[in-house]
Each structure stands twice: as C-alpha cells, then as structure tokens.
C-alpha cells in the first residue's frame, strides 16, 4: 500500500488548496446570485411577458439545462473567441455556471411564484397594488418560503459543480488538486484531499441551510397560502433542478 | 330574530337621504369562455347605499362585485365606481383600456372583502392594515398604525394587532380583512361572500361589524345568503340568476311579495334550512 498521511494532511493546508477551497466558494455565491438574478428575470418572463419575452426565456431554459454545463463552460471560454468575444477565465467561468444556473432556478422560481395562493393577488389589486407592489410586497415574500428549501439544495449542487470550471483552468479545488498532483505524483492523496474539502463546503452549508431554513419557518407556520397541486409542480421543479450537475 | 327586525327595520324602510348615485353599472356583460356569465346587468347603487346580492351559485353575483372591482375585465357596458370608468378611459368619445398603474388607483377607492379573508399570512395582523396606507397611499407609518390600532378597536380586536393571520379564527381573520379594506379609506365597500367560509357561531361577530359600518353611512354592496343581515341592513335586495337580475326590490316587498317566481323557489330554499 502505498498511501502517505502526511502527504494527505500537507495537501490539505497546502497553500494552493487553500486558494482553491476559497476560489470555490466564491465562485460559488457569485455564480448562484447572478443565477438567482437570471432566473428571477426568466421565471417572470415566462410567467408575465408578451409572447416574444415568453419565448426568449423559454428558448434559455430549453438550451441551458437541455446541455451540459461542461460544454457551455468550454464554448463560452474556448469558442467565443472565434467569433470575436473573448472573456477571462474568471469571466467564463462565472458566466457559464450561471446561465446554467438560472436556467434551473428559473422553473424553482416559477413553481414558487405559481403556489402562492390567486386570492393572495386578488386581495393585493384589492387594495390598489400595482403589478411591482404585487410582487415585491406579497408575492415574492409569499413564495421564497417554498423556493428557499430548494434553493439551498442549489447551492449545494453548485459548490460541486463549479469543478468544472477547472478544465477551463479556474483554479478552484479540483484545479489545484490537480496540480499538486503532477508536482509530487501523490494523486490519490491530493485528490481524497480535494474531496475531503468539498465534503467539508458541502457540510457547512448544510448547517447554515438547516438555520435559513427553520428562519423561514417561524412567523407564520408551514408554508400557508400554498395549493396541493402547486406543491406537485414545485416538486416536480425540484426533482429536475436536481441534475444541474 | 323577530325582535331585532322591529327593532333595525325603520331604518331600511324609512326611505332614509340617500346621496348621489356612486356606482354606476350599465349593460354588463361577462364570459368565460362558452359560459355567459353575466347578461346585460345594470344596477345603480347611490351613496349611503346597502344593497344585498343573493342568488344560487353559478348564478353570477360574485363574478359581478369582481367586475365591480376590476379584478375580472367585463366583455361589455360599463361600470362606474367612485367616480372612475373603471379600467378605461374616454378619448376623443372612444373607451381606451388603462394601464396598470392607473386601474390600481382606481381600485384604490372601493374596498373588497373576500369569502376566504386573503389576508397577508406573511405579516403580522397590523402589518396586513398598514401595508396600504403606507406602502401604497405613502402615508407616514405612525399615523397608519394609530389608524389601524382604532380600526382594530372598531371590529372588536384592539389586543390582536402583532398576531399572525394563522393564529386567528376564521371571524377574527375576517374581521382584520374588514379593517384592511376600511384602512385605504374606500368610498364603497364589497364583499363577497363574507361569512359562507365561517363555522356558524362566527358569523355574527362578522355581520355585527358589517351592520356597524351600514350605520355609519358606508356605501355596501354585499353578495350573501345571510337574510338575516339582508333584514337588518339592506335598503335593496338583488336575486340574480343565470347571469341576470329578476329580482330587485327593497327587503319588506322582496321577502313578503317578491315578483319573480325564483325569488319564491330561492327564498323557500334558503329559509327551510
């Protein structure tokens, strides 16, 4: 057997490792809040818009979770250029990881916005809620209860996803997993020690998940104004968002 | 039951001063889809004014007071409310729809109280009053709580103001959806319903709140079966069926000697329960 435990506990506090742990957890947050901001903008185009913004945010949909994120990584940072677009390793990366993204909250976000209870927006335009005043004030509130359980399981998906970044050479945790690798050729230490890293990510997101989660949970009860049959949809969302990766 | 008629019926048959008509509804038509919903309906309700709509379901009242309030587009005629055309506008003598921004201030002035509250379940009981007047009419929050914190006073729950939708009864909840519609200062009231999704022994505390406002001169136009509260506080009682008005008469004559013969079929119905 030939596995060294010093190498395993040297990799994971190596200098590069550490860089990488951190490159991956903002390119996590950076990659998930643009595609938080991408899928809010798809979900109320689909839901709201005239015919031609449902059909843009329908076509993004379509295209980004009917490809892998792998090659959308590589078109946008090796293709692009081709045709005259060339971004950074560090734009590509967040780019891609997010269009991807937002592509998979868009339909969270939908579900979310759809298992508001309709009496929720009658008694709104009751009281002379604009369509804006609507969403920000009762609408929105109302649903992120139902998008949030979801939206961390995201995240998690995310953190993990962002490996696959590193073939587009962003020096996140498997990059430089890789790169200790060929300085020392310890690969099985350095890549149990990547794997030991995003376990680490993953299981403090959970903890912090779990408090977001019982937050959201406590002023007013199980979700209220929420129908049988949107739940059905939200899950249905959910199962599908499941595979971003 | 009969004591409280003798005792609130002068009000409704004393013919009282009633103001300037104040909602308008002229040759309203509805459809869903193949279903016609609401046929050439014209009714005029004047200021002060309480006027009751019953009828089986499905017969279109409730569709009606949503088409009074915007909240259903109507497919013909007009219906003015509070001094708006509502959800158009007259250029150059032709009718235009308007925006959102603008029915919404229109929708500003009549308020709507539904059969299931639809109260804020994300807010505190005070924060579900306050939310107009602040977040729409922009008015200071201070003043908006002082005012929430007497209309909750005025429907019988001045201790309820930081509880949670949910932790309320059915009356209760309902009673708070009353003081929202009432905290935008409407000029006319709608309700739909109110009472048809309480358990029986809350049905009163609603109706008493409801009777309070008739008295304090609040134009009402209330769809229910609640007779009792069509007794006590109409000045008109509208039977619609099939989309259409056949019945439409002040309490005593509309309970004593109604026209139509679904009137009587209703009213046998209703009142055998």
Redesign the interface.
């Known amino acids: 057997m030939n596995w060294s435990w010093e190498f395993f506990f040297s990799y994971l506090t190596n200098g590069m490792m550490l860089r990488g742990a951190w490159t991956t957890v903002w390119l996590s947050v950076v990659s998930m809040i643009l595609g938080l901001g991408l899928g809010v903008l798809a979900a109320m185009m689909k839901m709201y818009g005239n015919r031609a913004l449902r059909w843009v945010a329908e076509f993004y949909i379509w295209l980004f979770r009917g490809t892998p994120v792998l090659i959308q990584l590589v078109i946008i940072y090796t293709g692009l250029p081709q045709i005259g677009i060339r971004l950074t390793v560090i734009e590509s990366a967040i780019l891609g990881l997010a269009l991807n993204e937002g592509a998979y909250l868009a339909e969270i976000i939908r579900s979310g916005i759809m298992s508001v209870?309709k009496?929720?927006t009658?008694?709104?335009?009751?009281?002379?809620?604009?369509?804006r005043?609507r969403m920000w004030?009762?609408i929105l509130?109302?649903a992120a209860?139902t998008i949030i359980p979801p939206l961390g399981n995201q995240f998690n998906g995310m953190l993990k996803t962002t490996s696959l970044a590193s073939v587009i050479s962003m020096e996140e945790l498997m990059r430089s997993a890789q790169m200790l690798a060929q300085i020392e050729f310890r690969v099985l230490e350095s890549y149990t020690c990547a794997a030991a890293w995003y376990l680490a990510l993953v299981s403090i997101w959970g903890m912090i998940q779990v408090r977001i989660e019982a937050h959201y949970e406590k002023?007013?009860?199980p979700a209220?104004?929420v129908s049988p049959e949107a739940k059905k949809e939200l899950r249905k969302a959910v199962e599908e968002g499941g595979t971003a990766a | 039951m009969t004591m409280q008629e003798t005792q609130l019926a002068p009000r409704s048959r004393a013919g009282r001063d009633l103001g300037e008509p104040i909602v308008l509804i002229e040759g309203v038509e509805k459809r869903f889809g193949d279903n016609h919903v609401l046929k050439d309906v014209s009714i005029t309700v004047r200021q002060g004014e309480v006027v009751v709509i019953c009828g089986r379901s499905g017969s279109g009242k409730s569709t009606l007071l949503r088409c009074i309030d915007h909240l259903e587009t109507i497919d013909g005629g007009t219906i003015r409310a509070a001094g708006h055309l509502m959800g158009m506008r007259e250029k150059n003598g032709k009718r235009v729809p308007l925006k959102d921004a603008e029915i919404a201030r229109q929708q500003r002035d009549l308020g709507m109280v539904f059969q299931n509250f639809n109260l804020f379940p994300h807010i505190s009981v005070i924060e579900n009053i306050t939310l107009g007047p602040v977040r729409i009419q922009k008015r200071p929050k201070a003043e908006a709580r002082e005012e929430a914190r007497a209309l909750l006073a005025r429907v019988g729950l001045p201790d309820k103001e930081n509880a949670y939708p949910r932790q309320l009864s059915g009356g209760q909840q309902q009673r708070v959806a009353i003081a929202r519609a009432l905290a935008m200062k409407p000029k006319v009231m709608l309700f739909d319903e109110p009472t048809s999704a309480l358990d029986p022994e809350m049905i009163s505390e609603v109706l008493d709140v409801m009777v309070d406002l008739s008295r304090q001169g609040m134009t009402m136009i209330v769809v229910t079966h609640e007779m009792g509260f069509a007794r006590a506080a109409a000045d008109r009682v509208i039977l619609m069926h099939d989309g259409r008005i056949v019945e439409e008469a002040d309490p005593e004559t509309f309970f004593t000697k109604p026209e139509s013969e679904h009137t009587r079929l209703f009213l046998s119905k209703i009142l055998s329960h």
């Open positions: 209870d009496g929720q009658d008694a709104s335009r009751a009281i002379g809620m604009t369509w005043q004030l009762v509130p109302q209860r002023p007013f009860g209220a104004a």
